[in-house]
T-cell receptor, first 113, second 112 residues
Framework: DAGVIQSPRHEVTEMGQEVTLRCKPISGHNSLFWYRQTMMRGLELLIYFNNNVPIDDSGMPEDRFSAKMPNASFSTLKIQPSEPRDSAVYFC???????????FGEGSRLTVL | ELKVEQNPLFLSMQEGKNYTIYCNYSTTSDRLYWYRQDPGKSLESLFVLLSNGAVKQEGRLMASLDTKARLSTLHITAAVHDLSATYFCAVDMQGSARQLTFGSGTQLTVLP
């Protein structure tokens, strides 16, 4: 069984550019989470979806961030325009329904210059 | 708001020694999870604790949950260098839109 798949693994971009991060959850998991991790702020929940519907986006830092889940097997996190303070590792995770266990992807390391 | 506190945040220990990491949380929950993160890597699930009194063991690590005390422990027995990593606990606040809340993590370094 493939795990959570994220792309790209690394992204280097310039301030003001649009960034799109992608995630494919584990088949059969009905919840998907986007987290951001930095040294200063640790692991932060940005948004999560249940059955493709956004449930809580209060962790999204500002309007420059948006996330979609058009179907059960795909989600995107978009930053437009990007800023240097957005530099972080962004993790996608999907959740096993019966135990509530989260399974994380390998992460997308974003550097905004 | 659910708060999850881990201590210590940093731990250096010698190989062969025992130690315990603590995870305290502020509201009622009966589900708690432990994750491991190696530098530059993702988070890997270690233990899933789903009820009061649950105890799980894997190798030199043992996790337990006391829901009445709102406390979980991760006990390390006879530490080896390969256990060096950051360990996170996460608490499931059922009924909350935010679901899992993570602790700040405990950075463990096992010295030879």
């Amino acid at each position: 069984d493939a795990g959570v798949i994220q792309s790209p693994r690394h992204e280097v971009t310039e301030m003001g550019q649009e960034v799109t991060l992608r995630c494919k959850p584990i088949s059969g998991h009905n919840s998907l989470f986007w987290y951001r991790q930095t040294m200063m702020r640790g692991l932060e929940l940005l948004i999560y979806f249940n059955n493709n519907v956004p449930i809580d986006d209060s962790g999204m830092p500002e309007d420059r961030f948006s996330a979609k889940m058009p179907n059960a097997s795909f989600s995107t996190l978009k930053i437009q325009p990007s800023e240097p303070r957005d530099s972080a590792v962004y993790f996608c995770a999907s959740r096993r329904l019966n135990t509530g266990e989260l399974f994380f992807g390998e992460g997308s390391r974003l550097t905004v210059l | 708001e659910l708060k999850v506190e881990q201590n210590p945040l940093f731990l250096s220990m010698q190989e062969g020694k025992n130690y315990t990491i603590y995870c305290n949380y502020s509201t009622t929950s009966d589900r708690l999870y432990w994750y491991r993160q190696d530098p530059g890597k993702s988070l890997e699930s270690l233990f899933v604790l789903l009820s009061n009194g649950a105890v799980k063991q894997e190798g030199r690590l043992m996790a337990s949950l006391d829901t009445k005390a709102r406390l979980s422990t991760l006990h390390i027995t006879a530490a080896v260098h390969d256990l060096s990593a950051t360990y996170f606990c996460a608490v499931d606040m059922q009924g909350s839109a935010r679901q899992l809340t993570f602790g700040s993590g405990t950075q463990l370094t096992v010295l030879p």
